[in-house]
């Protein structure tokens, strides 16, 4: 893009400037849009699941309705409770907003569609994720009020505990791609079982670490049934409890901007991310983000679905499968598949 | 130019918010500004080539270890005023460790610049430094990589070993258990007489 912006007759450092700020706004306010599309499409989904209607009342289908409920939190009056502490309790929401966009500089649509395409785009995924934490954390302390820091406790251990069995899993991608640039992880998948299957899902020394990353992802989000932060039955709203108006609306946008990215993240490291599924010549012809975003509909449709009928875990269940089930197994696969790449030497090939 | 105000910006604010560790009134607070002295370390190192460094602060110091930092001082009541009563007594102590980080950085420096100490060749640097790191770490340096690994190990074993407790009166949820319940055994139905209950 910085070529493009050369040729309107810009120096290069501007055209470089230009190029980026509007990658960033590219990514960042179709991001919004689907955020706002993605909420309506899920309270869709319950619905059904639920022999309801949903949102049917605002715009066609109610397909406005993410939009009135924008427009209807931004009217709201900010509260701030008296004992809270200000600063704090205002940076939250915008810790939580802020690292749920910047993750996205690193993610591939495409060859060389990405903002920011940097040799170790996973670990960086991994570091800024774990930041996101904080939001939660710093709201629940700052709010000066019981739930919300009972909140913030449980969010800090269960973010802890489920990051350890994501780095392992992590791990096995990287060991057999070879590379921790996303755009070569998803170019290494290309035929990687029988030479027609695009995806290391398919292969199955890694097909339970793509499950165990799907499940993982479902507590690092905080997702049902792993949604113990904001167990309304226990802690009223969680950390959001003491939050009203844009403060609330942008807790919410980080978190859906979050799950939206967990759903390309699988997508990206175990089920071709831009490829096609089937390593076939004619799929080529539709474009890649197009088959990158069918598969993040298709894992968003179960984040959805898990939601809706999956009841919460208690919270020794959560810690439970993290540490006893999920960090003994992706362990385990670590060594396995190290060994077996040892073994036959195919870093970076097909199976 | 660039460079030279983004170091600048990094190594005062890297300063200034390691000033505000010690100097903020909550323990929480303290906390917080020690995360953004690694934020800024970790720009530094950026500004420095070593991007695989930084990640890996942010990464395990701001993502994990002070997180449990936060945890842990959000949950006790530290009182700071009395920790603070103590400060003329312990100066001297941390006067002697003050110098001997001092010491210790002028060593390096000057040491670094005599000469490159790690590795027999010029680091190439239009490589990714992760590769580099594991080309060292897995041929040269191997034995303290792995006998740092096996300390961690063993440290971890006996953290655990000396806070683990048993009580007696705990109880646990077998799940193995509970899936194998057969309902032949787990329901009883019983025909009591009236007035006289069920024997358990």
């Known amino acids: 893009m910085t070529a493009f912006f050369e040729s309107l007759g810009m120096s290069h450092d501007w055209a470089w400037f230009v190029a980026t700020v509007s990658g960033i706004l590219l990514i960042a306010l179709p991001l919004m849009l689907a955020v706002a599309m993605i909420i309506y499409a899920e309270r869709k989904i319950w619905a059904a699941i639920a022999l309801r209607r949903g949102p049917n009342v605002v715009g066609p289908f109610g397909l406005l309705q993410s939009f009135a409920d924008g427009l209807k939190v931004f009217l709201k009056e900010t509260i701030i409770p008296s004992s809270a502490n200000k600063a704090l309790f205002l940076i939250a929401p915008i810790i939580t907003f802020t690292i749920a966009l910047i993750v996205w500089a690193v993610v591939p649509f495409d060859v060389g569609v990405v903002l920011a395409d940097i040799n170790i785009g996973l670990l960086y995924i991994l570091a800024v994720g774990s930041l996101g934490v904080y939001g939660v954390i710093i709201a629940g302390w700052a709010s000066n009020s019981k739930y919300p820091f009972f909140s913030a406790l449980r969010a800090a251990a269960q973010m802890v505990s489920y990051e350890v069995s994501i780095g392992f899993v992590i791990i096995t991608v990287i060991l057999w791609a070879g590379s921790f640039n996303l755009t070569e992880i998803v170019l290494a998948q290309e035929g990687h079982v029988l030479g027609i299957l695009n995806g290391f899902g398919f292969n199955p020394l890694l097909f339970p670490m793509a499950v165990v990353f799907l499940i993982s992802s479902m507590a690092e989000t905080f997702r049902t049934p792993f949604d113990l932060v904001e167990a309304e039955s226990e802690l009223v709203a969680g950390h959001q409890t003491e939050y009203s108006s844009m403060s609330f609306a942008l807790f919410w946008l980080g978190e859906y901007a979050n799950v939206i990215l967990m759903c390309g993240l699988n997508a990206i490291l175990f089920w071709g991310g831009f490829l096609p599924p089937l390593d076939i010549e004619i799929l080529y012809a539709v474009p890649g983000i197009i088959w990158l975003f069918l598969k993040m509909g298709l894992f968003f449709f179960v984040f959805g679905w898990v939601k809706a009928t999956v009841p919460r875990y208690r919270y020794d269940q959560l810690m439970r499968l993290g540490w006893k089930i999920f960090l003994p197994l992706s362990l385990l696969f670590v060594f396995l598949v190290s060994g077996w790449l040892m073994l036959t030497k195919t870093s970076g090939g097909a199976l | ?200």
Do not use: C
């Open chain 2, 1 to 200: 130019m660039i460079a030279t105000i983004a170091f600048y910006l990094f190594a005062s604010l890297t300063v200034l918010s390691a000033l505000l560790v010690i100097f903020a009134r909550n323990p929480v607070h303290s906390v917080l500004w020690l995360i953004v002295a690694f934020f800024n370390a970790a720009g530094l190192m950026l500004l420095l080539g070593a991007e695989f460094i930084a990640i890996l602060l942010i990464l395990v110091y701001v993502g994990a270890v002070a997180v449990l930092f936060l945890f842990i001082v959000m949950m006790l009541d530290i009182d700071f005023a009395k920790l603070r009563s103590g400060f003329t007594a312990n100066l001297p102590f941390g006067l002697l460790i003050a110098l001997v980080l001092l010491a210790e950085i002028v060593i390096a420096v000057t040491a670094s610049r005599s000469g490159p100490i790690i590795g027999d060749k010029p680091v190439d640097t239009a490589q990714p430094n992760i590769i580099a790191f594991g080309d060292l770490l897995f041929s040269r340096y191997l034995v303290p990589f792995e006998l740092s690994g096996l300390i961690l190990l063993v440290a971890m074993i006996g953290a655990i070993v000396l806070t683990h407790r048993s009580r007696g009166d705990a109880r646990g949820q077998n799940i193995h258990r509970q899936v194998n319940r057969d309902p032949e055994e787990a329901i009883r139905l019983t025909q009591p007489e009236s007035g006289k209950g069920v024997e358990l």
